[in-house]
């Protein structure tokens, strides 16, 4: 199967399928193709605060659908992936980001001698993306709320700063790793749904994964049958969503 649709064909053509054809086998390497894709998508500062598990194993895929509440589209699934949120390996994303510039630049220029990109790349890695990220117990994150508060009164400044501000953000990351990954497979003409009604934290023991991962969302994966889309497509008149300013 080739890609041959465009984007605008891709999005069109991608429905939340809840039933599969159990007798139309989808290719792993394709999905792990569409999965590089989705480690394109854009993300905060570069973070890269996801992970994705692709399973390809029948035995697994059987005890994941009770822990899916036994939905259809993972009842019928040829293949799932599992979106995690990893906001807590921050350090070494950002690690890996300022490596990144060793490469770019070279390793231990003296300041005197970076150029002014260089300056603000290393600065934010190196001091920013602590600050915003750190914290201990919530308590970090109230007093960084507190002075981004009374500094916002006098100058805009960013004001998500709280545990909680930085896990809404690496959860907005990997959706959007999620869309790129779905929108691939619709381009390959293969068909996904995401499902977020599941029992995360029997999932997270299952697959093995580390107590501070968070679940993003679990997306089945397959060819779809006459049956698996339920019904025509249904979106609000995009009138009442869209504000033109």
Known sequence: MTNEKTVSEAINYRRSVRIYDSEKSIDKNIVKKCLEQAALAPNSSNMQLWEFYHITSKETISKITPFCFNQNAAKTAQQLVVFVSRKDLWKKRAKANLAFMDNTFGE????????SREKVARNYYGKIIPFAYADFLGIFGFFKYLLVSIIGVFKP???QVRNSDMRIVAHKTCGLAAENFMISMAAEGYDTCPMEGSDTLRVKKLLNLPSRSEINMIVSCGIRTDKGVYGERFRIPFKDVYKEI
């Open 157 to 159: 400044i960013y004001r």
């Open 108 to 115: 231990n220029n003296p300041k005197s001698e970076q150029s």
